[in-house]
């Protein structure tokens, strides 16, 4: 695994939150948490990455990830540049390294890397050089880094602590870099109770999620949770003889206001987007007063521009 | 229909000039005249937009109209992202509303939609906080107010005046987007003599174009006319039976030298862009003395940097 | 062919390398290697194009040129717009002009193109206004000057002079604009010993490349050279009959250690990439110690730093 933190302990890379401390976590949601305005407010701006340059490698132009670390960089005085490629590790990985070794020499300062094959941002990361800081926008079912920061930082707007409380990811964790990245923040963080609900097919072989309580129906997942995380149905990574019939998982898995009911009744929804209304989550629930999915976007960008600032002006300043 | 206007009356959103009053259709005018600069000349450059997000939503990634709202923000200072997205108001417009909220949550100020599909601008502005605009880039058939300004903005230029001209709008008016844009403009400034001229199946029907004269020929349309604004032939919007061949419809319909004659010495030929050369315009006349579609295009970005600062930096300084 | 220079001498476009003279050549290069920095160091920031607006027109989206270009007028304070649009001579280039006398009214000072057709800068540089500039960013098979001139400065770098030097050229010269531009450059500078090295369908018809030794072996071309040219094998340029077989082109021409022997120890060995490795080139030779490959990527967006300050500065100031 790529090592993320440089010798002086500080965050070089972010590849994945697994490996990163209590401490660390705490520093980057502390960080995201200045970034935070409220709605109708002006953005943060500032000049701290003036003169950096900032490359989005993205295999899909649009999508929300990709806009939310660009105006982050922005936002930060960063120059942006996007680059719609599809890196792989075929051929020995050397066409797509010839790719980021363009970039660094380029003085591109970080790449933000988007990619739908497993170990690509590693591979990447353990190849540039030292000055050059690689951050993952979504590695396969692997990783999502920051949206697992964004989620961190969205619990803890509302709970104001991550101890003693109960979280419940539903839906197809199996497939899913989001589940994943929650498991390690959030239980990194102190959240002791992690519970993971969906049908035989969707939940993760029994070896992965060290800790987590495994519910094969949705009713004893949310009892008195203070949280529910509800996944979109990866169907592009289903096969065919996985794919539940959209209704008929609605009927037994999606989160209706009646199911919610079962939750602390202060509990809150998210959904890293986009949704599959009407099969993962029903419309009110997603836009009812329980939901916080917006707050998740906007807390994106917070931890966006927490992520850049810190790889790329920590260097030495940590202890 | 949507509201545009602020409770304090400024402008909020620029979906359609059908309802701006004389007024604000002035002000909009001589706004956009200050932002005009002679060929060769530097443009205006500014920082009144600093701080401010743009996000331009088209459906193709490199319309001319996507690049004059690019340009027209960032030359006032703003910060633009680029989205290929296809918005639609299928599924009851709740994936697409999810899409413009995510863009609201990453504090985005203004949206320029373009949109093939009527009602989809609008839609998207009556659901945004009330601090986000909605900028129509041009929906479907119906509206595409941005080219009304400029295209009333041309005609002011080069007759300082509206009242008592004579404006001949000639084409594929039915499917034009353009057409109701300029009629909406022209005879709220004042001209009270529109004349439309096409085959009768490009024709609008007979309740639309209030006020407006229809002419089966070019030659009655044209007679002593001050302007004359050619449109594209829209094939894409067009049922293969209305579609007519290229150069019999240039035979019947196409404007040429000796036609142009039957208009005043002095009158001005206009074309929204990209033309069929050959078919709805003889490239003479196109790029002829009588011609002004360059104009069009730098007066298009003088209305565009106009609009933005209107929406964005006028509240609560409208009486 | 379009006249590059300005009645003051100074430069307009480039087009060509072939013919700048070379003071003009010198002097390009001088300023080339001012923006040069090592790995890791900050790049040359500076504020020389505020003001001013760079097209990029690509008819791919994501070429490492299109981004070097970018970053290049980013860094000089320039604001840049990419469209990706398709240009053609076709229909008497009628919609082609029309595209670009578009950007021309929104006041973009310099346009830069990539092409697949031969003609297509030169006929939009002989139609703009005076006031701007046409960079080509790679032409057909016929010219890529900021290629050529980054190619140079990497020699340059490497022997400090360009007389008395042996240059070897392999591979697919016939379609290559890399190796037109190369020999422009290096001629003209003074490098009198260029050999041209490929099995006979990839050499240039006879006519060609005045000045040139040909080779129909590599070790006669490789022997006692400073420097070594790979070229890519434009697979995309050839038909059926002319493409040689991968394996059989490696064994024949392929740039191996023990090949590479051939040349003086301290020869250095460039290729414009995207590379083929394993056909044209050994992996470990791209990625040995005689390799400047990655120089050449820094070398390019210095040059194209110095080609848009150039032309966008210079007016008035030449001789």
Known sequence: MTEQLRPDGSLRHLLTLETLSRAQLERLLERSQSFVRPLGARPPMSQALAGRTIANLFTEP???????????????GAQVVNLEVQLSSRA???????????????????????????GVPGLVAAHLAPHVSVLSGGEAHVSHPTQGLLDALTVYQRKQRFAGLAVAIVGDIRHSRVARSAWHALS???????????????????????????????????????????????????????????????????????????????AIVMHPQPMNRGIEIASDVADGPQSVIRDQVSNGIAVRMAVLQEVLTSRGDAA
């Open 62 to 76: 649009s999508t929300r990830t990709r806009v939310s670390f660009e105006l982050a960089a922005k936002r930060l």
């Open 92 to 118: 020995k990985g050397e066409s797509m390294l010839d790719t980021v070794y363009t970039l660094q020499s380029l003085h591109v300062d970080a790449l933000v890397i988007r990619d739908a094959e497993a």
């Open 188 to 266: 990194k963080l102190g959240v002791a109770d992690i519970r993971l609900a969906a049908p035989p097919t969707l939940l993760p072989v029994e070896d992965e999620f060290a800790g987590c309580t495994r519910h094969a129906r949705l009713a004893t997942a949310l009892k008195d949770a203070d949280a529910v995380m509800v996944l979109r149905l990866q169907r592009e990574r289903m096969t065919d003889a996985d794919l539940p019939d959209g209704e008929r998982y609605f009927a037994a898995w999606g989160l209706t206001r009646e199911r919610l009911a079962l939750a602390r009744p202060d």
